[in-house]
């Protein structure tokens, strides 16, 4: 007769009352203290605008909390951030001693994702950070280029563009962070593969204005003129080597060190140095029988 009791509770026999109220809790929004609320130590966002926070509080003071953040339960009444920390911090200066929570289970990789996913779609994060965020998705939730396309519903390129910013040296980095150049230009310096020639293009811009087009036109410019100096590096560089072979075949034909010089419009002469009348009458001898 016990046995059947115990059958008969369903559920109920399986889980205690504590495992009930976290069932309960997990998937719902409820009513939780501040002061039981710890930041997400995933955050990908470097900076919050203060003057935005007031804002939002003020608006908290008048109508509330309109969209609950979201936490997951670390321990019995203890719980961590996911998503939602500009609420939260709002919630504090508005003197809030409560906020709506929507708790969800979540792992430690899941935060990252979650936290790093919600971030990217808000308009008010800086390129830099949106590149750290898809950079830190491929390296620690590892995800391909292709999977996180299709999280964050951006396209493959989109992706990609933004990852290169973080090729480009940390003072320019911090200049897109600071909004002193724009995610255009930014592009357009990536396309440099000279560091200097990138910070020097980058306070060109801050110091003119230079637009997004003239700065493009002007990279390609200079990796124009690059390849045109490497060209003749090149060719230099071969003629070079075809000169010193001739000297050598020349000094072995007239028994002296012959010598080649030529300036840079390509005009030049041919040395034959002779140390005696003995010497020159030789060489003599040679463009005679040159000439029979």
């Known amino acids: 007769m016990v046995k059947k009791n115990a059958l008969g509770r369903g559920l109920g026999a399986l889980i205690d009352d504590a495992d009930r109220e976290k069932f309960r809790k997990i998937g719902s929004i409820n009513e939780i203290d501040l002061v039981n609320i710890e ?3 995933f955050q990908p966002r470097s900076k919050f605008d203060e003057n935005k926070i007031k804002e939002l509080a003020s608006s908290i003071s008048k109508l509330g909390i309109i969209q609950p953040i979201t936490v997951r339960e670390l321990e019995e009444g203890k719980y ?5 920390e500009r609420r939260y911090r709002a919630a504090f200066i508005a003197g809030l001693k409560r906020i ?7 792992d430690d990789q899941d935060m990252l ?18 590149s750290i965020s898809y950079q830190r998705l491929i390296e620690e939730c590892k995800l391909t280029q292709e999977n996180l396309s299709e999280r964050v519903g951006k396209k493959r390129s989109t992706i990609t563009n933004y990852l290169r910013l973080l090729k480009l040296p940390a003072e320019i980095q911090l200049g897109i962070s600071e909004k002193k150049i724009s995610m255009g230009h930014a592009r357009a310096l990536v396309n440099i593969e000279d560091s200097v020639d990138q910070i020097n293009i980058f306070y060109r811009i801050i110091a003119e204005d230079i637009s997004v087009r003239k700065v493009e036109s002007l990279v390609r410019k200079m990796n124009y003129d690059k390849l045109e100096t490497e060209a003749g590096k090149n060719k230099s560089s071969n003629l070079l080597e075809e000169f ?5 075949q020349l000094s072995s034909f007239f028994s002296s060190r012959v010598q ?17 009348g003995e010497e020159l009458e030789e060489i003599i001898g040679v463009f005679d029988k040159i000439k029979d």
């Open 39 to 41: 930041i997400n130590p």
């Open 80 to 84: 961590q951030l996911i998503t939602g």
């Open 100 to 106: 709506p929570a929507f708790v969800r289970s979540a």
């Open 113 to 130: 994702e979650l936290a790093l996913v919600e971030n990217i779609q808000r308009e008010d994060l800086d390129a830099i950070e949106i």
């Open 244 to 248: 010193e072979e001739l000297e050598r």
């Open 260 to 276: 080649f010089r030529m300036n840079d419009k390509g005009k030049g002469k041919i040395v034959i140095p002779f140390s005696s």
